[in-house]
């Protein structure tokens, strides 16, 4: 089994269930945890849950989506652990509308919370992963980047991560540090009723949807020492719901 053991994670947006699976994951094999989120209930209540499952984590309340906020929450990790190893970078904000019907602040809002978070956690994570000689960025996107009807905003903002990742692995390739991007699909959650699971599954061709750990699993391989020669790539983690798409990328 792969081993994380020593090495640090950084998880973004610590708001769902998916971010759980994900920590729960590494946790289990070994690593050591720190969690942030702009909203401190989120931070705190992921800190407890994995307390009750015996794990550690260093909770940190910042806007990542802030010059000023990520540069003070990678700088009071890294002076706890004394590096960062992996960073995940899994904020998600949906607007779901034709675009005659929104306003120009679903628009802003969309871009700060789809991609100012990675532009800022990585671009203050760089330095310390260089210095290091090693890193793995994992950011984590929608299959909806390949568009769909009535999330033309949310599609403009996850398809940027497709050309951020790639530019940015390009950019730290020489460095040790990988950088990689996960599609996911549906994925079932807690608060889903089993009509809307029903409904939603016969849209995917395993008929069924995913799960948490479905991604965790993906986050897992890339952040893995490993995976040192993969970078730059999409990892789709959608049960093939992007085949039904005309391009895929």
Do not use: H
């Not at 960073?87 to 306003?103: A, G, M």
């Amino acid at each position: 089994m792969e081993t994380f053991k020593d090495r640090v994670v950084l998880i973004e947006s610590v708001g769902d269930e998916i971010s759980y699976a994900i920590a729960a994951n590494l946790a289990s094999k070994g690593a050591k945890l720190a969690v942030l989120d702009i909203d401190g209930k989120n931070t705190s209540n992921m800190v407890s849950k994995l307390k009750e499952i015996n794990v550690e984590a260093f909770g940190v309340t910042a806007d990542p989506a802030d010059c000023t906020g990520a540069k003070q929450a990678i700088a009071s990790i890294v002076e706890k652990y004394g590096k960062i190893d992996i960073l995940i970078n899994n904020s998600d904000y949906i607007v779901k509308s034709e675009i005659v019907n929104t306003k120009a602040q679903n628009w802003y809002q969309g871009a700060k919370s789809n991609i100012d978070p990675a532009y800022f956690m990585c671009r203050e994570v760089i330095p310390v992963m260089r210095k290091q000689g090693y890193g793995r960025i994992i950011n984590i996107g929608s299959v909806e980047y390949l568009g769909l009807p009535n999330t033309s905003l949310y599609s403009a903002a996850k398809s940027s991560m497709l050309g951020f990742t790639r530019s940015l692995a390009l950019e730290t390739a020489k460095d040790g540090i990988t950088v990689n991007w996960i599609v996911k699909g549906t994925i079932q959650s807690s608060d889903m009723s089993e009509e809307q699971v029903e409904k939603l599954a016969a849209k995917v061709p395993v008929k069924k949807l995913g799960t948490p750990d479905d991604v965790a699993g993906a986050v897992s391989f890339f952040a893995a020492d490993t995976s040192k020669f993969i970078t730059g790539q999409t990892f789709f983690v959608c049960g093939g719901k992007s085949l039904s798409f005309s391009m895929s990328i």
